[in-house]
Structures are given as C-alpha cells and as structure tokens.
C-alpha cells in the first residue's frame, strides 16, 4: 500500500497547534473585556439570576429502571419545585439515609464505581483516592487531588454543599474554579442524591494524609478565574432531564453514560478550546495516543453492527466474542468500572448507546467485518528469517497464542486468545491501536479472568513492528491501512 492513512503530525501540525493557542487566549482576552463592561453595567442585578442552579431534573417523574431507583426519583421529586436545590438533595439523602445507612453506602460505593473516581483519583495502590495522578494536557500538567476524609490534606472538612458544588458546577473549596481535566462536564447531570451517596461512600475510607505533587501550567491557563470563560464556552451546568417520549431503559442508560459514567471524555473528539465537540458527540477520538473508537450507531464507522448482547458482554467482561476485545484505557474502564455495573444498568447503556445518531467517517465496512485466515504458512517453512518479514514475525511471535491461521484459540471462552480476524482492532482503518497493543500487551483484571497478553515494544525493532502490523492489516483486517517505522517510534512515546 502506498497510501498511508495514518495521523501524522509533522512540523505544520506544532505550528497549528500554536496558533489555535494563541487564538484561544485572544478569545480569554477579549471575553475578559466584555464581562468587564457588561459586569460595570448590570453586576448587581444580574447576579441572582445568574448564580441558581437549574431546577430542571425533578420536574417531571422519570420512568425508572428499578423499584429501588422509583423511590429514589421519586423521594426527590415530592420536594415542592421551588425549594432551594440543596433543600431537596438534602431531603432526598435524609430520606434514604434516615431509612438504611447501610445501604446509602453501598450504593454509594456502586456509583463510585460508575464514575471510576478510582482511575483518577488513585496513583499508588497503597494510597487509594488519595490523588496525585499526572494529567499531561499541551499547557501542563495537573495533578488530581486527594478525595479521602482526611482534614488537612483530603476533603474531610468539607460540607456535602461543597461537594455538590464540585460534582455539579467545578467550583472546589473557597471559590477554587477547578479545570475540566476533572469531568465536572459530565457529572454536573448526576442528580443529588447520587452525588450525596458518593459522598457517604468517600466518608467511610481511611483518612490519607497526602499532598499531591502541586498542579502546574502556563500562563494564563495557571490563572483558574480564567475557567469562567471556558465554562461559557463549552459548560451545560444542569441535572439530567428524562425524556417522557423514550423508555425506562433508555433513560436510565442515556442518565448514567452522559453523567457519572462520563464516556464522552474519551469518545467524543474535542474543539479548538478542549471543550466536547457538539456536532460529533460519540464520533471517537484520541486518547492517550490510543483511538476510543466511533460509538455511534453507525454500521460501518460506529458500532450499529452490534447487539445489545455484544454491548453488555463488552463492558462486563471487555469481550464481544467476535467483535472486539478491550485494551488500553478502556481495559482499565472495563477493570475498575464497567464490570461492576448490574445487568439492568448494563442493558440500559446498550439500549442507549443503540440509538446514538450515527456519525460516519467514511469507512467502508465494520472495524469487525474484515480478514481471512492465513494459509501460506507451510509456504513460509522452506525460507530464511529476514529482518522485518511480517509473516515470519507473526508465526514466531504471536501464532502460539492467536493460531497460525490467525483464527484464535479457544473460541469464545473467557481465557480464549481472540481471532485476529473479524477484531475490531485489527480491522480498524487506523492502526494506531494494533501498533499500541503489540508494544504493550494486554492487562485486564475482571471477575471473569485475568487476561494478559505480553508487550513486545522491548524484543521487536520499530522496522519489525511495523511490517508486522502491515502484515496483520492486510491478511486479518483492514487492507486499506499502512503504518511506518516512524509511526511506530511516535507510539512508543506519545
Ligand atoms: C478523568 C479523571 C477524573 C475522574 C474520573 C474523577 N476525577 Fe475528581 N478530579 C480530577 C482532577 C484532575 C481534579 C483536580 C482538578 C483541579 O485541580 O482543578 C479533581 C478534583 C476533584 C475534586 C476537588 C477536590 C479539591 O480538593 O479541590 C473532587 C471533590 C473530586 N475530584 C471528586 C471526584 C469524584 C467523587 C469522582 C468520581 C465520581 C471523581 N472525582 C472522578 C480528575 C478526575
Ligand atoms: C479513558 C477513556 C475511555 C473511557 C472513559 C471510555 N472508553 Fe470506551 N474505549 C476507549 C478506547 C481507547 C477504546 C479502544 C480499545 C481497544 O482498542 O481495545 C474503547 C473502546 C470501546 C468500545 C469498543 C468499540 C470497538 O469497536 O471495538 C466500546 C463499546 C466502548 N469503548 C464503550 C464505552 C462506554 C459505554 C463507555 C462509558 C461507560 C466508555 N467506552 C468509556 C476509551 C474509553
Ligand atoms: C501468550 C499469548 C499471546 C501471545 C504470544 C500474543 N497474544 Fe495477542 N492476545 C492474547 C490475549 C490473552 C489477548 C486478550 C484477550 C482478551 O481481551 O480477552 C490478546 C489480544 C490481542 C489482540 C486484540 C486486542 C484488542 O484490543 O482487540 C490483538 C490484535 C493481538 N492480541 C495481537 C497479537 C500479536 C500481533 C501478537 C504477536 C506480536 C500477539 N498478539 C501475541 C494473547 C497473546
């Protein structure tokens, strides 16, 4: 193949980059003067109808996906429209805690879970929630925080208005504005009384006292005022509003994948100010040099191929036999968070997720739709080892595993070692994420089994890499495809 389709980012790229950046900061500037001028104009009288949180979310009695959940929505609907919203979190959490402390906590702990706090918030096993995790974003790094109950260094002194505050509109302790590198965007729509179990949950754990390292960024993104415009811009602060005209399930899906589950933040590609990209949402983007692929409902780009089966066996255990396989970031999603999720709330996503309106990137055929079995092995006994010989690497290196014929061992078992036809991965029309799984293996811990496929960024050269991920493009997936020794030295430090 001639045509590479793979993402390069040669010295034009840096220079675009640099002048969005500068774009961006004109744009601060310029909303800086114009809040300027309309605060000398209507400050005090705009203040009170700026600053109430919307009362949106218990307007009208959602169709719950559980009689446990009936409850819950409807605890928090009984409060009179008008009260102050911390007045009816306040009375929905008293409700259920007065009931069954106990079971606040645990449900505290399941929707801990939904919103993988532990991802970010956990950089040392030892310490867990206590933070310090490095976020790497092109103006710095952040460093998230330590959420444990202890007073000096975690969030134990502070009050549940303050963690709502948090969770709803990025606000931290003392009028901090925190940065969106927290998913603050996606839980703003997570109602009260789930925000306040979570609460309840972080209250049990051992106090860690822990200082992460001290957040740092350039000027003017050190400055976390200036996140008041990027709010403006790219912010819809307001609790998750049911849709009457659509099921139980959907809603319960469609509450849980835009709030606590936060799936958007890897999957839908982003604007020129890192907000989400409205037009696009699910459309898939780059994470971590790995690409959260097209989610959509799409047959070809997105996953409208799917069952609700192949979904909900994705997330419990990140397998869809036939399908895809989960590694990178969505293994460790998988690992600390989807796993865990009951079978209604898992049923609910893939019912949600099924009607996402498809957004297409012009691919010819599913990422699973490609491949046929390879049968020129016999052929390659007879030849000499070369170099970087994709064939020879394959059988040398993955065949034990993943068969000669490409076909996989163990079909559809959980332990199986999947088919490399028909994966998503393989048949992908960029093979930015093959080239990742070859150089770092597969790790997934799950209830299911402990899957573990070995790295090989150590044995195999940049050349080597390359011609066996051609090799494996053409002969299992998606022949369209072509990646360079460069490319594979790009993926190796992102
Ligand atoms: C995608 C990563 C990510 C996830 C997931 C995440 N957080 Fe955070 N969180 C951050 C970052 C980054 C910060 C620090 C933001 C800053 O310094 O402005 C933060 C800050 C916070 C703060 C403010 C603490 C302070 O001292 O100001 C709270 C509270 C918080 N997170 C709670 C949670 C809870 C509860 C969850 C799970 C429901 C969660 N976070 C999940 C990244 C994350
Ligand atoms: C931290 C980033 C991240 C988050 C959060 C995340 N994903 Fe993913 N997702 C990925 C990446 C990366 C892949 C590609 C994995 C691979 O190549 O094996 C992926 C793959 C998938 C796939 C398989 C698509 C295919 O064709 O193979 C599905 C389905 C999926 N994600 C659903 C979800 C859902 C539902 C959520 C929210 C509950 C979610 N993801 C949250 C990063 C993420
Ligand atoms: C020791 C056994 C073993 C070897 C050797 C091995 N693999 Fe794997 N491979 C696995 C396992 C286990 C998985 C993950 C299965 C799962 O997700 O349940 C996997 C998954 C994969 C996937 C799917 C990843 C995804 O996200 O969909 C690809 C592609 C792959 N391997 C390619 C290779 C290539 C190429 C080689 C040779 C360089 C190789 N494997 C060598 C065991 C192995």
Redesign the pocket.
């Known amino acids: 193949m001639t045509k590479p389709t793979f993402r390069v980012q040669p010295a034009s790229a840096l220079a675009r980059q640099r002048r969005a950046q500068r774009v961006l900061l004109a744009t601060i500037f310029l909303l800086f003067a114009l809040y300027l001028v309309g605060h000398a104009f209507f400050g005090p009288r705009q203040a009170a109808s700026v600053l109430p949180l919307s009362a949106a979310w218990a307007d009208e009695a959602p169709a719950p996906a559980s009689a446990a959940r009936a409850a819950a929505f409807a605890t928090a609907a009984a409060v009179p429209a008008n009260a102050s919203e911390t007045t009816r979190a306040g009375a929905a959490s008293q409700a259920l805690s007065a009931a069954a402390s106990p079971d606040l906590v645990k449900r505290g702990q399941y929707l801990t879970r939904v919103g993988d706090c532990m991802a970010c918030h956990t950089a040392d096993k030892s310490r867990p929630f206590a933070g310090g995790v490095p976020i790497k974003t092109p103006f710095g790094t952040i460093y998230t925080s330590n959420i444990t109950p202890d007073n000096e260094t975690g969030i134990g002194r502070w009050s549940d208005t303050e963690f709502l505050r948090a969770m709803h509109e990025g606000i931290g302790r003392d009028g901090k504005r925190l940065y969106p590198a927290f998913p603050y965007t996606e839980y703003t729509r997570v109602l009260p009384q789930d925000v306040l179990a979570i609460r309840a949950y972080l209250n049990t754990l051992a106090p860690v006292h822990f200082t992460p390292p001290t957040t740092d960024l350039k000027f003017p993104f050190n400055q976390r005022w200036l996140m008041v415009f990027w709010n403006l811009l790219n912010f819809d602060e307001g609790r998750f509003v049911p849709q009457p005209s659509q099921s139980a399930a959907w809603n319960r899906g469609a509450y849980l ?1 835009q709030g606590l ?3 958007e ?3 839908t590609p982003r604007n020129l100010t890192e907000g989400l990209k409205s037009g696009a949402r699910f459309a898939g983007a780059a ?1 971590e040099g ?4 097209n ?1 959509t409902s799409d047959k070809n780009s997105g ?1 409208g191929g799917w069952s609700e089966d192949d ?1 909900v066996s ?2 419990a255990s990140g397998v869809a036999p036939g ?8 293994a ?2 998988v690992a600390d968070s ?1 796993q865990y999720l009951d079978s209604v709330d898992l049923r609910s ?1 893939a019912v949600y ?1 099924r009607t996402l309106p498809p957004v297409s990137s012009g691919e010819s055929r599913p ?2 739709g490609w491949g046929q079995p390879a049968n020129d092995v016999t052929a390659l006994r007879g030849q000499a080892p070369t170099g970087a010989h994709g064939a020879q690497l394959f059988v040398a290196n993955c065949a034990s595993c993943h068969h000669w014929s490409g076909q996989g061992i163990g079909a559809s078992a959980p332990l199986a070692y999947p088919s490399l036809l028909h994966n ?2 393989v048949g992908a029309s960029s093979a930015d ?1 093959l080239v990742l799984v070859i150089l770092k293996g597969v790790q997934r811990t799950t209830r299911h089994a402990d899957v573990f496929m070995p790295g090989f960024g150590e044995q195999l050269t940049n050349d080597q890499i390359a011609a066996l991920t051609n090799y494996l493009t053409q002969q299992f997936g998606n022949p369209q495809t072509w990646v360079s020794a460069a490319q594979v030295q790009a993926l190796r430090a992102p």
Do not use: K
């Open positions: 994948v589950a936060h799936c933040e890897c999957h994470q790995w690409h959260a692929f989610l996953i979904i994705y997330l399908r895809a396989n989960a590694a990178g970031p969505m460790q999603v989807t996503i997720l990422r699973d998503s991965v994420n």
